[in-house]
């Protein structure tokens, strides 16, 4: 089976802090992405990365980066959270095309 | 331009009963791939079934099946026999040629006893 963690579930945090969201995929696929999601707005790509220290961004990367310094694991980084950045966060990976996912973090931002 | 498009954003099943879940796409790719992904409350985001561009035959999984009319680039998913346990969202998704997915807005299904 397909196994995608994220480490939190759900996160509390305060406005200006820097917050890490962690993903690990242990089936050694190569492309990892993160989403966020927002009701009626569907999943939006943060960014993706296709290979160990690579990374593109995706549609709407303003106030995030990323890291991916060992294969299974890629990091979003929020660099100072602001209240917009209020969220559900997905990560996913990809193996034979198909988007397999983790549980999801819920990020508050107060 | 939006890639996927969910017109139904609730949509209501007697249990027991098949339910057909809309999706169409736009691309202009000849090769791409189509998904459901289910998400419960508890948020996580499941894989339910694949649609390969050049397959001829219709995806099936189980309870699942995926409903695909290539002329008018349509993608639907057919539930049948619904379960309580199938209320959640359902989201349609696309990949295109260069692997960059796209998501809809997603239907939020119930199931009424």
């Known amino acids: 089976d397909v196994k995608v963690t994220q480490s939190s579930r759900y996160l509390v945090k305060r406005t200006g802090e820097k917050v890490f969201l962690e993903c690990v995929q242990d089936?050694?696929?190569?492309?990892m992405f993160w989403y966020r999601q927002d009701p009626g707005l569907g999943l939006r790509l943060i960014y993706f990365?296709?290979?160990?220290?690579?990374?593109e961004k995706g549609d709407i990367p303003e106030g995030y980066s990323v890291s991916r310094e060992k294969k299974e694991r890629f990091s979003l980084i929020l660099e100072s959270a602001s209240t917009n950045q209020t969220s559900m966060y997905l990560c996913?990976?990809?193996?034979?095309?198909?988007?397999?996912f983790g549980a999801g973090t819920r990020l508050s931002v107060l | 331009a939006q890639k996927i498009t969910q017109t139904q954003p609730g949509m209501f099943v007697q249990e027991k009963e098949a339910v057909t879940l809309d999706c169409t796409y736009d691309?202009?790719?000849?090769?791409?791939?189509l998904f459901w992904y289910k998400q419960p409350s508890s948020g996580e985001m499941i894989f339910l079934i694949y649609?390969?561009?050049?397959?001829?035959q219709n995806a099936t999984e189980g309870r699942y099946s995926l409903n695909f009319q290539k002329a008018r680039k349509s993608a639907n998913l057919v539930i049948s026999a619904s379960q309580l346990g199938d209320s959640a969202m359902y989201f349609c998704?696309?990949?295109?040629?260069?692997?960059?997915?796209?998501f809809g807005t997603g239907t939020s299904l119930t199931v009424i006893p």
């Open positions: 996913a990976s990809t193996r034979e095309n198909i988007q397999y």
């Open positions: 089936m050694d696929h190569e492309n």
């Open positions: 990365s296709y290979d160990v220290k690579m990374k």
């Open positions: 691309t202009s790719d000849q090769s791409y791939g």
């Open positions: 649609q390969g561009s050049y397959d001829e």
């Open positions: 998704a696309m990949r295109d040629t260069g692997n960059q997915f796209y």
